[in-house]
C-alpha cells in the first residue's frame, strides 16, 4: 500500500503505518513524536531524542531500519513506516521468544528497538546471520543491562530458527524466564512515559543557568503567555517543605528567588502545558536574572575553604568515616615490602535507557494516585506528602517497573514537581526528562582520591595499611555519607590485613550530585587495593593469584573495621580457585593476564534496622498476588518473588501476579545493596509460609517480613563489629593481547550464594563486566571549571557498544550464606566490583605502565612500541 501524496496537506503529513495511511501534524520535530504524541505508536522509546544516541526508537522506514528522533517527517512522507506493533503476529513471538529465553533482555526499555534491528537483519541475512556479524550493525543501540552477551545468543537463536518455548521458572533454582518478559521485549507493558490518562497535562522543567549563583528573578511571564501553558509553578507555591532527601533533608525541589543555585540540576520552575512540546518550549522562554559566584568545582578546595558551597548549609565536609586498628605505622615501617600510591577514580553517569518519568492523578475522594519509577516509592511517597504538607494517607504511589537504574532512582527526581502540579490544578499531569535534564539533574558515582600506604611481610601476607580517601559528593547529600563509609569499609578488599587505618571524606561541591550507583564505593576503594596487592606481588615475585590467595579472608578471618567473618567468606577462596584454570591457561599462552578479586557487602549495614515486608493474597479463581517492597528495575526481582512463591506454594508461576505500590506499609528504604533478592525473598517466604499455617485462606492479606537488625555501625567503635550481615564476592580474569592490548575475554567467578535464577544471575554478571570494563576504561563524566559536566550526550560517555565488547565467561559459586533464606547473596552490585584492578593488571603487562587514574585509556593510554 503507498499512501496518497496529492492528499497530503501543507500542515500535515501523510504516510503508511503498520499497512494503514495516517495523517500527522507537520509540527512534529521527528517521526518520533509523531509515533508517539499523536498517534499513541508506543514501542519505540525515546531515550534520549533528539540526539539518535541510544537506538530505542528504531523503527523501520521504506524497508530500511531507521532511528525514529533522528528521521523528519519530510522524510516519511508518502512513505511506509512499520513498527513493531506492525510486525506478523508469528515475527513478533518468535522474536520475544528467542531474547526471551535467552536472558536478552533486563529492564526491556531498549529491547523493542533491538527487535526491530534485528528483524532488518534477519530479512537481509536469514540463516546466514550470526551474533558476531550482528555485533558491528547494532552500533547504534546501548543496552546498559546485559552487556549484549545474551543479546547475540538471541540473534544465534533466531538465525537457526529453533527457539524453545518460553517457561517460567518453578521454583529457587531453576533457569526460566523473567517475569513479563514477552511483553517488555515486544513494548507492550507499559514505562510511565507510556501512559496516557484522558485529560492529561505536561510538566517540564526549568533548570539553573549557573552552579552557584543568587537567584535575583524569575520571570515566569513569557512563559505564561505561551498558547497552551496552563500554569507555571515556582518555589512560592511549594505548600509544605521545600527540602527533600533520603537521608539529610537538605535538597530543595525548587530553588527560590533569593536563595542560590548549588548545581545546574537545580530546578527554578515548572511550565504545565497541554502537551509536551509545548510546556518545553515554554521553560525555555522562562528568563531569570542571577549574581553569579564562582563554584566550588574541586573538592579537595572545598573542604579547605571557609565559604559555603551550598544554600542554606554549613561548611563543606558532609561527612567523615574513619577506623584504625592495630598500630599501622609500626606494621608499615617493619614490613618487607611497601607500596605508596594515590589512586583517581572518576565520576560516571548511570545512563539508564529510560529518562526519569513521572504521572501523577488526582482521584475523587481528593487524594493523589502517582505512578514512579524510583527505588524506593514509600520514600516517595513520603516526600511528596511533605512537599505537599499533606497526610501520607492521601498520597499512593504505585512502581512502574523503570527502565534501568543502577542506583540513579534513588533520590526523588522530578516526582514532587509534578505531583505538585497536578495537586494544584486538578488534573493528571506528566513530567518525563530530557536526556540533557536527566543527566544534569540525578546523582553519579563519586570521583573519589585514594591514596594508600601498605605493606607485606617477606612471604607476601599483608602486614597493615593505611587509606585516606576524598570522594566529591557534590552539593546535597543523596547517600554520599553512606557511599564513602562504605568505601572506607571495603578499602582492605577481600584481605585480612592485622593493623588497618582508614578515613574517608565527603565533600560538598557545585559538581553534579554523588550519590548510590551499583558498587557503592566498593568498586573505588578496591580499585586501589587491587592495584597495592599487584605492586607488592611484583616486588615479592610472584603471580597476582598467588598473592591473593595468601591474604584473601576466610571463616574466621578478622576483615577491615574487625568483623569476624562467619562462613559465608568461604566463596571468596571458592571464586579464586574457579578462575584458576583460565587464569593459568592464559598465562602459559602468553597472553596478558589480568586477575581481580573483590568483596560486596548485600544490605544497608553499619548499624542500620532493615525490615522488609511482604503479603501474599490469594484469590478464589486460584491466582496469587505477591506484594512486596523492591523496586523492578531489570534485575530480576519481581521474577525473584515470583520464584519464591511458587517454591513456597508449590504452585505454578503463571497463576503469580506480582505488584508494588504503598497501598501497604511494607517499605524498607530504596533498593540498593543487592538487599531486594535477599530481603526479598525472605519476606515473600514468610507470607507464603503464613498463608499456609493459616490454611491458604483467600481473600485476606497474609503478611510476613524478614528483618537484619543485627549490624553496628562504625561509630560504635567495638572490637568486632558485624558491620554487614551478608557479603558476596567475585574473581575476574581480564585476558588481553599482549601485543595491542585489546581485550579479549573475561572470565568471571561470582559468589551468589544460591542463585534463584542462573540464567537472570549469568544476565546481571555479563551486564556488570560490561559496566566494568568502561569503568575501567572509557566512560567519564568529567565537569570544567565552571562545574558543568563536559560529556553531555550518551556517545560521550564512552559506553562500550557490542562490536567492541569481548566474551565473558560466567561461572556460578554456591557458598551458602548462614542465616540468609536459601543461602542466598545477592549478585547485582559485586559485579563491576574486581574489573578495573583485573583491567589495570592485564594493560600493565602489555605496556609495563602502573594505572592510577579512571578511564585508564583517557587517562593514561597504552604506550605500545612505534
Known amino acids: 500500500m503507498t499512501a496518497d501524496r496529492s492528499n497530503t496537506q501543507p500542515d500535515t503529513v501523510g504516510f503508511v503505518l503498520n499497512g494503514g495511511e495516517v495523517s500527522v501534524r507537520a509540527d512534529h520535530p521527528h517521526l518520533l513524536a509523531a509515533l508517539r504524541e499523536e498517534l499513541d505508536v508506543l514501542s519505540p522509546k525515546d531515550g534520549c531524542a533528539p540526539s539518535g544516541q541510544c537506538g530505542c526508537c528504531t523503527v523501520i522506514v521504506d524497508g530500511k531500519a531507521r532511528i525514529a528522533c533522528q528521521t523528519p517527517l519530510d522524510k516519511v512522507a508518502g512513505g511506509e513506516v512499520t513498527t513493531l506493533e506492525g510486525f506478523a503476529e508469528s ?40 551474533g558476531a556479524a550482528a555485533a558491528p550493525r547494532l552500533g547504534a543501540h546501548l543496552c546498559r543491562c546485559t552487556g549484549y552477551t545474551k543479546i547475540l545468543d538471541a540473534v544465534d537463536l533466531l538465525a537457526a530458527g529453533q527457539i524453545p518455548e518460553p517457561e517460567l521458572a518453578g521454583g529457587i533454582g531453576k533457569r526460566g524466564v523473567r517475569y513479563e518478559a514477552l511483553d517488555l521485549a515486544l513494548g507492550d507493558r507499559p514505562y510511565i512515559d507510556d501512559l496516557r490518562p484522558e485529560g492529561m497535562l505536561h ?96 573538592p579537595q578546595a572545598a573542604v579547605d575553604s571557609d565559604d559555603d558551597a551550598v544554600w542554606g548549609l554549613d561548611g563543606n565536609v558532609l561527612s567523615v568515616s574513619a577506623y584504625r586498628r592495630g598500630d599501622v605505622e609500626a606494621a608499615l615501617a617493619t614490613s618487607s615490602h611497601t607500596v605508596h600510591e594515590t589512586f583517581h577514580t572518576q565520576r560516571v553517569e548511570h545512563a539508564f535507557l529510560e529518562p526519569e518519568s513521572t504521572l501523577a492523578t488526582p482521584q475523587p475522594d481528593g487524594t493523589l494516585h502517582v505512578h514512579s519509577g524510583g527505588q524506593g516509592v514509600w520514600d516517595d511517597r513520603d516526600q511528596i506528602a511533605a512537599v505537599l504538607g499533606i497526610d501520607r494517607s492521601r498520597v499512593t504511589v504505585e512502581l512502574i517497573s523503570n527502565g534501568g537504574a543502577f542506583g540513579g532512582k534513588e533520590d526523588l527526581s ?51 595499611l593505611k587509606v585516606r580517601m576524598l570522594g566529591d559528593s557534590g552539593p546535597y547529600a543523596s547517600v554520599g555519607a553512606k557511599v564513602l563509609e562504605r568505601a572506607a569499609g571495603h578499602a582492605s578488599g577481600p584481605y585480612a590485613v592485622p593493623a588497618i587505618d582508614v578515613e574517608a571524606v565527603a565533600a560538598r561541591t557545585n559538581n553534579p550530585v554523588c550519590g548510590a550507583f551499583r558498587g557503592f564505593g566498593a568498586n573505588q576503594a578496591q580499585f586501589a587495593m587491587e592495584g597495592v596487592m599487584d605492586r607488592l ?116 508461576p503463571s497463576r503469580i501476579t506480582v505488584v508494588v505500590d504503598t497501598t501497604r506499609e511494607l517499605g524498607a528504604g530504596q533498593t540498593t545493596g543487592s538487599r531486594g533478592t535477599l530481603m526479598g525473598a525472605g519476606a515473600v517466604a514468610a507470607a507464603c509460609r503464613a ?170 593510554p597504552l604506550q605500545l612500541p612505534a
Open 91 to 130: 515475527d513478533r513471538q518468535r522474536l520475544a521468544a528467542a531474547f526471551a529465553v535467552t536472558g536478552a533482555l533486563q529492564c526491556g526499555f531498549c529491547t523493542p528497538g533491538i527487535l526491530v534491528r534485528v528483524k532488518a537483519m534477519l530479512d537481509q541475512k536469514g540463516d546466514g546471520l550470526t
Open 203 to 298: 510538566v517540564a522543567v526549568r533548570l539553573a543557568d549557573h552552579a552557584r549563583a543568587e537567584v535575583l528573578v524569575i520571570d515566569t511571564a513569557p512563559a505564561e503567555a505561551v498558547p497552551g501553558v496552563v500554569r507555571v509553578l515556582t518555589a512560592a507555591d511549594v505548600p509544605g517543605e521545600l527540602r527533600v532527601g533520603l537521608i539529610d533533608k537538605d535538597w530543595p525541589v525548587f530553588i527560590p528567588v533569593g536563595g542560590f543555585t548549588s548545581y545546574l540540576g537545580d530546578v527554578l520552575a515548572v511550565v504545565v502545558a497541554e502537551d509536551v512540546q509545548t510546556a518545553r518550549h515554554a521553560a525555555d522562554l522562562i528568563e531569570v536574572e542571577y549574581d553569579v559566584l564562582v563554584p566550588f568545582a574541586d
Open 414 to 464: 522530578n516526582q514532587a514537581q509534578t505531583a505538585l502540579a497536578a495537586h494544584l490544578v486538578g488534573r493528571p499531569v506528566k513530567c518525563t526528562l530530557t536526556r540533557t535534564q536527566s543527566m544534569l539533574m540525578h546523582p553519579k558515582r563519586h570521583p573519589i582520591r585514594i591514596e594508600t600506604w601498605a605493606g607485606c611481610d617477606a612471604d607476601g601476607r599483608l602486614t597493615g
Open 537 to 652: 606481588a611484583e616486588q615479592l615475585g610472584i603471580s597476582g593469584w598467588e598473592m591473593r590467595a595468601r591474604n584473601v579472608v576466610s571463616p574466621g578471618s578478622v576483615w577491615g573495621p574487625g568483623q569476624v567473618m562467619d562462613g559465608g567468606a568461604a566463596g571468596a577462596r571458592m571464586c579464586l580457585n574457579a578462575v584458576r584454570p583460565a587464569y593459568d591457561a592464559a598465562v602459559d599462552a602468553g597472553r596478558a593476564v589480568g586477575l581481580g578479586l573483590g568483596l560486596k557487602n548485600s544490605g544497608l549495614g553499619n548499624g542500620f534496622k532493615e525490615i522488609a515486608a511482604a503479603v501474599v493474597r490469594l484469590d478464589d479463581d486460584g491466582g496469587v498476588e505477591v506484594r512486596h517492597c523492591w523496586t523492578e528495575m531489570g534485575q530480576g526481582v519481581h521474577t525473584v518473588a515470583q520464584q519464591v512463591a511458587a517454591e513456597e506454594l508449590g504452585i505454578d
Open 691 to 860: 498463608a499456609k499455617e493459616a490454611g491458604l485462606v483467600a481473600g485476606v492479606d497474609h503478611h510476613g517480613e524478614y528483618r537484619v537488625d543485627w549490624t553496628n555501625s562504625l561509630k560504635e567503635n567495638l572490637e568486632h563489629p558485624v558491620i554487614h550481615s551478608t557479603f558476596g564476592y567475585a574473581a575476574q580474569v581480564v585476558i588481553a593481547d599482549p601485543a595491542t592490548g585489546d581485550i579479549e575475554r573475561v572470565v568471571a567467578a561470582h559468589d551468589v550464594g544460591r542463585a534463584v535464577n542462573p540464567l537472570l544471575c549469568e544476565g546481571q554478571i555479563e551486564g556488570s563486566v560490561h559496566m566494568g570494563l568502561g569503568y575501567a576504561l572509557t566512560e567519564d563524566f568529567p565537569t570544567d571549571a565552571d562545574a558543568r559536566p563536559t560529556n553531555m550526550t550518551l556517545r560521550s560517555l564512552g559506553i562500550i557498544r557490542p562490536k567492541d565488547m569481548p566474551p565473558v565467561e560466567v561461572i556460578l559459586v554456591e557458598a551458602a550464606q548462614p542465616n540468609a533464606p536459601y543461602g542466598i547473596k545477592g549478585v547485582g552490585e559485586i559485579g563491576l566490583v574486581p574489573t578495573a584492578g583485573a583491567v589495570a593488571a592485564a594493560l600493565h603487562q602489555v605496556d609495563g605502565q602502573w594505572r592510577t587514574r579512571l578511564p585508564m585509556l583517557v587517562h593514561e
